[in-house]
């Protein structure tokens, strides 16, 4: 095994929240595939069309990867989130602001026992995030 990638299952909105990603966190967009650009025996409809297939988004040398689920195969996101680790503490807070512009704040992000400023919300597009900035090696 060489890595975990987080894959994220949208409904209809992956090609927005990608973009949104990639602004947030400074990454940049390596490959997006449509529905339509897939081989004809793969099952789509004028709506289903123009959703993403794949898409997948390099930040630093990790990579964040999604699609829009088809319809009966999407549920909402739970049990999970998406975890950043980052260093900078002004940083932190800039990108926890952010990812939680018109989502929900679930934990105000705020010094902690372990973290110089930790922080967990579910964005606008429903994909639960926490936002970890530890202490400095002792």
């Known amino acids: 095994m060489t890595d975990f990638v ?10 927005a929240a ?3 990603y990639e602004k947030v966190l400074g990454g940049k967009i390596l490959m997006k595939m ?3 650009d897939a081989p004809p ?6 709506e289903t069309a123009r959703r993403i297939m794949h898409v997948r988004l390099q930040v630093g040398d990790r990579l964040l990867m999604g699609a829009d689920a088809p319809p009966q195969f999407f549920s909402k996101p739970q ?6 680790m980052i260093d900078d503490p002004a940083e932190a807070d800039r990108i926890f602001a952010q990812l939680g512009d018109a989502g929900k704040i679930m ?6 026992f372990w973290a110089q400023r930790f922080g967990m919300l579910i ?4 994909i639960p995030w926490m936002v970890n900035c530890e202490h400095p090696p002792a």
């Not at 025996?41 to 004028?46: F, G, H, I, L």
């Not at 049990?79 to 950043?84: A, D, E, M």
């Not at 964005?123 to 429903?126: A, L, S, Y």
């Open 107 to 112: 934990m105000p992000i705020a010094p902690t």
């Open 41 to 46: 025996e793969v099952p789509r409809t004028p």
């Open 6 to 15: 987080t894959y994220l299952s949208f409904n209809g909105e992956c090609e």
């Open 79 to 84: 049990g999970f989130s998406v975890s950043i």
């Open 123 to 126: 964005d606008k597009f429903g």
């Open 34 to 36: 449509r529905y339509a």
């Open 18 to 20: 990608f973009r949104f």
